[in-house]
């Protein structure tokens, strides 16, 4: 059993950043590939980024590469996700969660068994 708790968010002006942090307890965080979800306002959670149990491969949805930087500290049981460049349509509670087995596509939702409680990131001015 995994227990995760997101952390790092808040408000920002477009064009800052933020740092989200993902905090793992209950079993050790590289038995997982782990994936960065997020949910707008009236729309449906989609992949943001997703990073290899050895974070030897990444991915990242269209709308954030090249501005949002994935990575991951077992020894600290944490994955991070670094966001800059942030644009009000960043605006999402945003989810990490775990998965033990990746069988499809990484942004595939079932395949995670393991999710946070969500962590708001407004961006505003």
């Known amino acids: 059993q995994v227990q995760l708790v997101e952390s790092g968010g808040g408000l920002v002006q477009p064009g800052g950043s933020l740092r989200l942090s993902c905090a793992a307890s209950?079993?050790?965080?590289?038995?997982?590939?782990i994936g960065w979800f997020r949910q707008a306002p009236g729309k449906e959670r989609e992949g943001v980024s997703y990073?290899?149990?050895?974070?030897?491969?990444?991915f990242y949805a269209d709308s954030v590469k090249g501005r949002f930087t994935i990575s991951r500290d077992n020894a600290e049981n944490t994955v991070y996700l670094q966001m800059n460049s942030l644009k009000p349509e960043d605006t999402a509670v945003y989810y990490c969660?775990?998965?033990?087995?990746?069988?499809?596509?990484?942004?595939?939702?079932?395949?995670?068994?393991?999710w946070g409680q969500g962590a708001l990131v407004t961006v505003s001015e």
């Open positions: 209950g079993s050790t965080l590289d038995d997982y590939a």
């Open positions: 990073i290899s149990r050895n974070s030897g491969t990444t």
């Open positions: 969660a775990a998965s033990s087995t990746v069988v499809r596509a990484w942004y595939w939702e079932p395949q995670f068994e393991y």
